[in-house]
Nanobody
Framework: VQLQASGGGLVQAGDSLRLSCAAS????????MGWFRQPPGKEREFVAA????????YYADSVLGRFTISRDNAKNMVYLQMNSLKPEDTAVYYC???????????????WGQGTQVTVSS
């Protein structure tokens, strides 16, 4: 599975942004998908995950209620809708695919390149 994230940019606090992740390869619909981010000078952190069946989602407390993860298995796409953005959301955002049967996934097997999101105050 190859992943390509896009949609990052420079926005102001309170704005919205939607990230997209295009997946190539077979069996995309059988993978759980996740979004992670790495703020400047910090370690990478979990943001959100969605199960392969689309029936379950899971969020970090810091984004719960503001971000929404979704997927379109027919298009091999995963999205992260980010609303009410804050300066602390500034980070490089990565999408990832997991074959882990646990929920939420612990291990992720494939990673895309990052897309930069910068939120100005």
């Amino acid at each position: 599975v190859q992943l390509q994230a896009s949609g990052g940019g420079l926005v102001q606090a309170g704005d919205s942004l939607r990230l997209s992740c295009a997946a190539s390869g077979r069996a995309f619909s059988t993978y759980s998908m996740g979004w992670f981010r790495q703020p400047p000078g910090k370690e990478r952190e979990f943001v959100a995950a969605i199960r392969w069946s689309v029936s379950s989602t899971y969020y970090a407390d810091s984004v719960l209620g503001r971000f929404t993860i979704s997927r379109d298995n027919a298009k091999n796409m995963v999205y992260l809708q980010m609303n009410s953005l804050k300066p602390e959301d500034t980070a490089v955002y990565y999408c990832a695919a997991s074959r882990d049967i646990r929920w939420p996934p612990i291990n992720y097997d494939y990673w895309g390149q990052g897309t930069q999101v910068t939120v100005s105050s």
